[in-house]
Nanobody
């Protein structure tokens, strides 16, 4: 059984930075971050493969956000820089519990476990 606990959310001014963390218990493969703003569907943000060989970002965050993982610490991070008002959302950590033949990190159905989410609010 995999458990995911996000932390690091909060209120920040536009242009500021936050670092989200996802503490992981259990064996995981690809890890992803997704977000959901009020009244909108959940959307993919970033993903990283088990040994950090493959990384993917949504176009909207490319160049501003950085995903990383420390398997020794069982933690996945999302460094968010140059935050914009439109980045306001609940951010969720997600995990694949088994390897897949095709890497489709943007597909939420590929993930088996989800955290409870952490709120990120960017003031304009």
């Amino acid at each position: 059984q995999v458990q995911l606990v996000e932390s690091g959310g909060g209120l920040v001014q536009a242009g500021g930075s936050l670092r989200l963390s996802c503490a992981v218990s259990g064996r995981t493969f690809t890890m992803g971050w997704f977000r959901q703003a009020p009244g909108k569907e959940r959307e993919f943000v970033a993903a990283i493969s088990r040994h950090s060989i493959s990384i993917s970002y949504a176009d909207s965050v490319k160049g501003r956000f950085t995903i990383s993982r420390d398997n020794a610490k069982n933690t996945v991070y999302l460094q968010m820089n140059r935050l914009k008002f439109e980045d306001t959302a609940v951010y969720y950590c997600a995990a694949e519990s088994s390897p897949t033949t095709a890497w489709r990190p943007q597909d939420g159905s590929e993930y088996d476990y989800w955290g409870q989410g952490t709120q990120v609010t960017v003031s304009s």
